[in-house]
C-alpha cells in the first residue's frame, strides 16, 4: 500500500520538498508506516517566510473583527471534525482516543479565546495627563511569528501559538514536530477553509535546518518553542541573540506529594492518570511521587494493583488506557533507564518491560513503578518521559516540599490532602509554576499563563492568556495636545 508523502504548505499551496531528505512516520502502536515527511531545507523555510513576510503587509491592516470571524469559522470546522482530528492523533502519536480527544477539545479552546481577539486587543487611554494633554496606547503585531512544536500534543501545542497569533494580526510559519507532522497538515487544510488568506499561516516540515532559519531570519520576529529542555535553552540563546522575542517552554519532572490525610481512591486514580495516561508523554505528567509517613505502604499496594490491571494496546481500541512511546529508540532509552532505577538501589514494583505488548511491533512500555527512589538517583532526576514512576518516601510535609524544590525542574506539581492549612503551606513553598490540589494534570485553560519556571522555561512571557497577548503584540504610546 503506498503511502503519501506529506507537503509544505506555503503561501496558500502545497509545494513538494525538494530537499531530497525525508523520514518514514510509523503509527507507534502498529510499526507500520503511514506518511514520509520532507526534511526540508533553509531555502524551503525562506521561501515560506517570505511568504509570512509579504501576507503580514495586508492581515495586519484587516480588521479585528474580520480576522475573529475567520478564527469562529475555524473553531466550527475544528468541531466538526474532531473525531477525525483525535483518529488522526492517535494514529500518528499513539495516545488513546479517549486522551486524543480531550487534545482536540484543548486545541479548540485556545481557538475559542483567540476570537475574542477585539476586546483582547484593545489599548487604554488617560485623557488628563497634564492640562489638556492626553495620551493613548495602541496594540499592534509584531509581525512574521516562528513555532516550533514537539511530538506529545501535535494539536493542542500548536493550538496555544498560532490561532491567537493570527488573531491579533501577525503572519506564521509553524515548524511541527518531525515525528507527528500529519494533524498540521490537516490543521492548514482547515484553516483555509475557514477563510485565511494565502501566506497568513504557513507549515514547513523538517528538523534542525528549519529551526536554524527560524531563529536566524531577520524577518521572524518571534519564536514561540515547546519541547525539550537542551533545545528549549539552545532555540533560547540562539534567538535572543538574533534580537528576536523568544518564549521557549522546557521539559519538567513533576512531584506529586501524598498527605496521609488524603483521600486514597480518588489520588490512585488520580496519579495513574497522571503518571501513565499519553504513556507518561506530557510536560504535566506525574513522574514522582512523594509519600508523607504513614501513607507510603497502602499507597505503593494500591498502585501497583491500579497500574497493573491497565489495557496496554493500540488506543483506536476500545477500552486501552496505555497506548505506545513515539518510537523503539525511546523505548530503548526508557528500558535503559528502568536498568539505571534498578542499579541505584531503588525497589522496581512493576516492571514495564515485561509486559506482554512490549514483545510485539509497537514501541509499547508497560506501567513502571520504582518505590524507595532517593533524591539525587537518576531515574529521580532526569525526564523519562515514559511511563515510569518514582516514589520517594519521607516524614513530614517540609521534608516532602524540599524533595520537590530541589529539581532543577519546575512546570507542575500536585498535592493530595484535605487539609486548607497544609495547602496553604504548600502554595507558599513549593517552587513550581502549575499546581494541583487533589487534580493529577493541573493544565491551566486557554485564558491562564502556562506557567513553567526552572529549566522548565526559558523567556519572559508564558504562552496563553494575558501573557500570549503580550507576547504577540506591540505597543505604541501616543501623548496629544490639540491646540
Ligand atoms: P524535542 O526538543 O526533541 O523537539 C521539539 C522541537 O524541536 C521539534 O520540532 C524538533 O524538530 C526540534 N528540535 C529537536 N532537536 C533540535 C535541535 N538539536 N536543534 C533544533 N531543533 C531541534 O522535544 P520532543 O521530544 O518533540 O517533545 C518532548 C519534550 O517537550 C519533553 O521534554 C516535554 O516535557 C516537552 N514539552 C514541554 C511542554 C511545556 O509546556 N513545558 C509541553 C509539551 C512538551
Known sequence: MSIPTLHNFIGGQWVASTSGTTDVIPNPATGEPIAIVPISSRAELDSAVEAAHTAFQDWKRVAVPKRARILFNYQQLLVKHWDELARLITQENGKSYGEAYGEVQRGIENVEFASGAPTLMMGSTLPDIATEIESHMYRYPIGVIGGITPFNFPMMVPCWMFPLALALGNTFVLKPSEKTPLLANRLAELLAEAGLPAGVFNIVHGAQDVVNGLLDHEDVKAISFVGSQPVAEYVYKRAAANGKRVQALAGAKNHAIVLPDANLELTVKEIINASYGSAG??????????????????????????????????????????????????????????????????????????????????????????????????????????????????????????????????NGGVLYTDSAQAIRHYRENIDAGMLGINVGVPAPMAFFPFSGYKKSFYGDLHANGKDGVEFYTRKKMVVARYS
Open 281 to 410: 508523554e506530557r510536560c504535566m505528567a506525574t513522574s514522582v511521587v512523594v509519600a508523607v509517613g504513614s501513607v507510603g505502604d497502602e499507597l505503593v499496594s494500591r498502585l501497583t494493583e491500579a497500574a497493573s490491571r491497565l489495557k496496554i494496546g493500540n488506543g483506536l481500541e476500545q477500552g486501552v488506557f496505555l497506548g505506545p512511546v513515539i518510537r523503539d529508540a525511546h523505548k530503548e532509552r526508557t528500558v535503559s533507564y528502568i536498568g539505571i532505577g534498578e542499579q541505584e538501589g531503588a525497589s522496581l514494583v512493576l516492571d514495564g518491560r515485561q509486559a506482554p505488548e512490549s514483545e510485539g511491533k509497537g514501541s509499547f512500555v508497560g506501567p513502571t513503578l520504582f518505590d524507595h527512589v532517593k533524591p539525587g538517583m537518576q531515574i529521580w532526576k532526569d525526564e523519562i518521559f515514559a511511563p515510569v514512576l518514582s516514589v520517594v518516601r519521607v516524614s513530614s510535609l517540609d521534608e516532602a516540599i524540599e524533595v520537590a524544590n530541589q529539581s532543577e525542574f519546575a
